[in-house]
Every structure is written in C-alpha cells, then in structure tokens.
C-alpha cells in the first residue's frame, strides 16, 4: 500500500514539476525575446545615416555591435546588402521588413530561410533605406533542453522526497488505528492517540474491564481458571474478526485521503465512508457491552405491559417486513403482564422477530403468538442445520455467514435472548427444519434448555 501511494505521488508530484518547467520555459522565452528586441533597437543607435549602405558598411556595423548581423534594405524591401548573407533576393514579404515599411518599426523571431538558424530581427526606416539587425537566438525547445538536467536531477530528488513524506505520513496516520486494533485484542486499556478516537476506545475499555471481571470471578471457582481463559481468548479473537471488515475500510480510504488522489466527490464519498464504518464499529462495541452487562445488571423488575410491547414491535418493523415481501400472521392476546423491565422485554422480543425476519425467504411469512404462557414466532426461512443448533445462541455465531453484520446484526442477537431467558426465569425452545423454516417459543411458566429441545 505505502509503495502505491508513494508512486502515486511520484506520478503527480512529476506531472506538477513538467508541466511547471514547461510554462516557465515559455515565461523566460517570451522575457528573453523582449529583451532581444529592446537591445536590437538600442544597437541602431549606432547606424549612420551619412555612410553608404553597402557590405562594406554592413560587415563594419556588424563588428561594431559584437557580430550582430547587419541588413541594409531598400525602402520597398529590396536586398542591398548583408554582413553574413548573400542572397540578393527580396526581403518585403518579412514580417520585420513588413512593419518597418508600414510603421517604422518591425519585430521578428523566426528561423532564417536562408541561414537555416534561428534570429531576432529588428528593422528600423530611416530617409535613405530600411536598416535590419539580428542577432542568432534559441527557440522555447532548445531552452528546455538546456534545462533538462536540472529537470532530471529535480525529479531524482521529488521521489525521494515521495519515498520519505508517504513513509511519514501513513505511519503517522495510521498508527493510532493499527495500536487500537493490537491493544484490543490484546486486551489491554487502550490509550487512544487522537480525539476522534476516543469513543471507541472508551468503549473497548469498558469491555475489557467487563471481560476482566468476568475472568476474575471465574478465577475464584478452580473447576472454572482454564474454561475462564478459553472463553475469553475465544471473544477477543471473535471481537477482532469482526472488527477487522470495518477497521480495513476505515484505514484503505484514509491512505486515499492522506495520499491526495480523492478529490471533492469521490473524498466526500471516501469520508462518508470512513464515518459509516466508524459507526458500524461504535455499534459493535456497544452491542458487545450490552451482551457483557446482562449478567451483571442488578435493577428492579415491575410489572410489564408485553401485549403493547409486542404491538408496537411489529408496527415498527412492518416496512422492514414489506421490504422483504413477507406475510405477517399474528395474535397478541390482551392482557399478558410480565414481571421484568420494559427494555429488556423489548430487546428480547425484537432479537426473535428480527432473526424471523433476516433470515426468511423472500414471500414468506412470520408467525407472531402472545399468550399469557409463551411468546412464540415461526418464520418460513432457511431453517437450522441440525450440526449447528447446538451453537444458534454462542456469541457471534450465524447459521448463514452472508448475514454476518448485515442490518446491524453481529450474531449476538441469540445469545442476548438466551441470557436474559435465564435470567428471568424462563424456558427457550427451538425447532427448526432446514429449507422450511425455525419456530422459537419462550416459556414464561419455568426454565428450559434450549439446546436439549432444539
């Protein structure tokens, strides 16, 4: 990656110093041409009206101004005479020779039909004849050749400064994200390096803390201290895969940015971007804390309206239930009152309906029963493999890896249901048959193993 960037800006920074070597050149042509003319005028200075304009004078002037060359002209253009050529041929039709006639005065930069050289000529009208000088000059190519090496030795040093600013700058920006991710699955406290940063660590700091209370409580039974280490080697490396996809992202469209090569749209894109999986990986961690503090939570129960709990879900989730064309099918009896608390029964609810809903076929349905003894959804989707219902309610697991993330699900949908099941008391029971459909039932009367009834 750092090897693309830096020959990308190779290639731009190269592009920049061509392209700025090429106006300059042409910048300092037309300079130099304009001195050309002001001391081609000054020479004339020197011509005397008095002499005869014949070769004779012409060489002598032409030595007098430091070699210049010297045309003597009649007033229609006429060749007189010349210090260098001897083509006795018409010179009217030249530019310089054109405008002296006309106003006095011409000016000319060319290569001379006759010499085969490239002059600045300036041709002055006096009473007795038209008075031409030039003198050899280099065309806006020649220039640039001359300037080559410079340009060569110029480019050497632009792509080891390349080489040294991408080596710089992406360690720079990439570092603070690359320590995130080792110091999380590590499961050290992370520091984070910058202010944009600090949500997520915050967040994984308090993860870790949790996963480490956890780890010490289990410590304390002896038959626990190996499964302990194992089931937390197991979520750090869980939470490493799957903070991996958005972390990748995050840190290839940030290489784009710093390299430069992502310009209004596309940067707006990149940062868009950049943002939406920041989220995604805000989510995640939050989802996991949330998994952590069921155990732990320790608040007050009261009774609880589920009947109104269960209508306001299927409301709420009926345009995702129309995107993906199924039929809903549901009684929810009046009355049924749970102890618990509100956002729990919400959470758990919702996880089994959403699972209903994610994983169906597109023109099934979705069964929804609420009686004062169970809660009870079906669904007509890709059912459970027989291998994989002992596993439907650990962390991070799905039955269907596509689905992994998607719609902000991160496999732990289950495992909430499971653990606040337990919590309060109540059985979980799964029967699924793969290619037909799964039907999950939670038991508000006592305990149920959701593995020996799956």
Sequence with gaps: ???????????????????????ATD???????????????????????????????????????GGARVTFLSADG???????????????LRTEVADAIRDGEGF??????????S???????????LVRVAVRTDSVWGIYVQGLPAICCFLAADALVCLVITYLSTGFMLKPMEDLVRSAAKGERVVPACRELEPVADLINRMNAAAEKRLLSSKREREQVVKAQQSKDEFIANVTH????????????????????????????????????????????ASIINYSEIDSEDLPVY???????????LAALAPEIAEHKLVLLSEIRDGVILKSRHERVNELFGNIIRNAIRYNREGGSVSVLLTPE?????????????????????????????HNGKNGGFGLGLSVVKKLCKKQGWGLFVESEPGKGSTFRICFSGEGDAAKNS
């Design 1 to 23: 990656m750092k090897k693309r960037i830096m020959w990308l800006c190779f290639a731009v920074t190269a592009v920049a110093l061509v392209v700025f070597s090429v106006i």
């Design 27 to 65: 910048i300092y042509y037309k300079n130099s041409v304009e001195h050309v003319r002001t001391y081609l005028s000054a020479y004339l200075a020197a011509f005397d009206e008095t002499r005869t304009p014949d070769t004779a004078y012409a060489e002598e002037l032409s030595a007098a101004l």
């Design 78 to 92: 006429a060749f007189l005479a010349d210090s260098e050529d001897e083509d006795d041929g018409s010179r009217a």
């Design 108 to 117: 000319d930069v060319r290569s001379s039909p006759t010499m085969g050289e």
């Design 119 to 129: 002059f600045a000529y300036f041709c002055r009208r006096y009473q007795s004849c």
């Design 242 to 285: 799957e903070m991996n996809t958005p972390l990748t992202s995050i840190r290839g469209f940030a290489e784009l940015l710093v390299s430069g090569s992502l310009e209004g749209e596309r940067a707006q894109k990149a940062s868009a971007t950049i943002l939406a999986q920041s989220e995604r990986l805000q989510n995640l961690v």
């Design 303 to 313: 009774e609880v309206d589920a009947s109104r709990i269960a209508r306001e879900l």
């Design 374 to 402: 169970a809660f009870t959804v079906s669904d007509t989707g890709i059912g459970i493999a027989e291998e994989d219902r002992a596993r439907i309610f650990d962390r991070f697991f799905t039955v269907d890896k596509s």
